[in-house]
């Protein structure tokens, strides 16, 4: 499914978070990276029809989200894992991924809770199914949303910070379930993680205090860096960035620091880094 | 986790899914929901508690019917939006009453489940999803009306059950029924607007607000401070009831359903379609419910306006004076009602130059349907005090009734009437039943018929003391086996001071009165002379005393009858 938001811009008050965003989604894993406050969740609202634009238009799989029949059909067609998410305590889990199912219209009730045991098995929760939710830890209650959200298998599957919470063995088997989920579906994931972008996602957008400051493959952003991280013995006044690192040298982003300075490999990080460090300032925005 | 993709199968909707069936779906699971809410059920059985209280104290005052169970039960009998009840017109002041309970706690549920969203933080979660904030309104809506209907049923079969084990025969009316779970929706969709509409406090201060207000406003009411034709806008139908029963009011629950779905369509519209102002919702489903908000609105204001123009509680307004059968006194078509509970407001039909009250006047109403008979009376009571009231009825009566036959006033027909006095006159007994008596077996009052036969004269509210009158009330007494002719000796013999008091069966007897007969205040008690008189009275065969005393009775009632002249008559 293709997401196309074209001129996006959301204010809350004077502050304005998303500032005339273009972005073409197409099928695949999306990851959207940008340090706190750069609008990622206020996108993802905005995609989950959650959250009204004030500009701009989007459209998902050619529905125009700005027509209450657009949003509908979007509706059917998504799934959403928002970054804060409440659930009703006393529902089971199986309860409350089913109360989502039958929200999505799934309304054979065999089938549907068949959907509801296999989603439940995807996050790796049937042991607890019958269990309360309000009995469960926070990364529990974690993969509920997710299970939440691919229960009516959504062809555009937003999830805003799906791995907080989770414990390592669980944000593996995480990138497993979204890797092959992402096979014929659009993924839109918000993280601050780099890891996990550079874990499963096929393109990635950094977003900066509410524009687009990269979008394309995660090895694009990367090329970013080539040239731009060191390896020095002491930090530089022209860094970027420095820091030390656990064998004692110094990491640096930016020009060459010194001629004893090695370049070496940068990792997605050293390019998100980069990339937002080098972003303009929001004096320069407005 | 395991690897998705093979075990989740795509979902390939090949038409766009019902969204009557969603909601259906919707609807049955938040009601399985609120079928385990804790607030609910401690309403229902509180409110089934309170009825039973209620209904123990007051209940077969009238028909025993659906109606009445109704009444007294308050189910619906609602006090949205102004207020206001008169539980029946003989103990209006019974406020705190089932449906009030039910109704508290209906809104209270409503406060919790329109809360739900907001309290966990799911909003977001729901949102998002095809069927909308305005769908998911609409279920829980729906799920309110399944739930608050049969916790109504489960209060009304509570107390139609427990008195049908009293040999009450209630039956069940599907309008009032229908009115009362409308009543109790009402207030489970207002707790359901609050609840998802205003902060958390109110939650529970509005229920508090809404039962304490509702009481207070009936009070209110009941002293009259509250115009009484107020009380037609009331949710459900107030006290009349029983005169629309009876047919002698115009039958307003037809009208008072349509008023109440009117409120709860202006209700509803206004829960599902306010919130769609806010945030990216279906304008179209907006106009459609702030439209039928307004609908609701209209109707319920045309509706209500038509029921303020009701006659008042107490006005006869049907059937005309043609149908009435008049049948006492020197008013030919005469009705008439307990003033204490109508005002002395002049009834709105009653033929001009009628006394506006005499509880003694109770029309024959054709209701009494119920009967038992034996060769010497015949007691019918309202139908659905069923046949096993009449016969304990007939038992209570049974051992004067043939002593009293042939004299003054004794009646050979007892009917149930719907006021507070008992009265007889020309053969015809009219009977004000306690509900005590039907529901739990106590005796009826054995000076009844005594009091129907003997008109009794009285000197400042009180009965003459008169020997002549002491002593054939018990030769009466002795006759119908109330009191034994020995015990009379006994007595006779044993009380220095002259004074006898016999205790019957759950009667008093106060000594302090003795010397008097009081059958209709339940105790009897004779001088030293009346007992002589009556022993005298025992010697002879009781058809000739019957025939010696009735030539006698006029100076008898007037007491102006010497004992000389009864021993004169028999001598």
Redesign the interface.
Known sequence: MRVVVENLSRSFGSSKVLRDLDLTLEPGITGILGPNGAGKTTLLRILSTALAPSKGSIKVGGWDLSSPHGRTEARRRLGYLPQEVGYYPRFTVFQLVDYIAILKELDDRGERHRRVRTAIDAVGLSAVAGKRIKTLSGGMRRRVGIAQAIVADPELLLLDEPTGGLDPEQRMRFRQLITSLSADRTVVLSTHLVEDIAAVCTSVVVLWQGQALFHGQPAQLRERADGMVWLADAVPDSALLSWRTEEGAVRVIGPRPSAAAVAIEPTLEDAYLLVTNCAPTDAQLR | ?????T?????R?TQP???G??LT??TR?ESAKLGTSAVLWLGAVGGALVSLGAAGSVWPLLTGSAGLTYRQANIGIGNLPVGGLRIDFLSFLLMPSGWLVLAGFAMLAGTWLGR?DRR???E?????????RA??RAARLGALVLASSIAVAFVFGVVLVVQATSGARGSIDWLILLDGCLGTTLASWIGYGVGSSLPAAFSLFVPILYVGGSFYLSVWQATSVLSSSIEWLLPTPPAPSWSAGLGFLPNIFPEHIVYLVALLLLTGGAVVGLPLRR???????HRVALGIGVLGLAVAVSIGAGLQAKPDSYAVASPSHATWAPERYSVPDYIGFDCSWVGNSPLANAPRGAAPCDVSAWFHDHVPVSCAADRSLSVCVYRDYGPVAARRLLAAMRSQAPVLAGLFGRPVTVRMVPVNASSCFAGLGKIAIDESMIAYGEQFDPGYLMSCAFPLPESEGLPVDDPSIGGVTLWLAIRSGLVTAGAAKTALVSEPDGVTCFAFANLPCDAQSGGVLSPTDGGLSWTRADIRVGLFLDRYRQSRVVAALRPLLPRLVDATLAPSDLEHALG
């Open positions: 986790m395991s690897a998705l993709s075990e989740l199968p795509a979902l909707q899914p019902s969204r069936r969603v779906t919707l699971v739900r966990c933080g799911a977001e979660l729901l949102v998002v999803t095809p069927t909308g769908g998911i945030g990216p919702e279906q304008p179209e489903r």
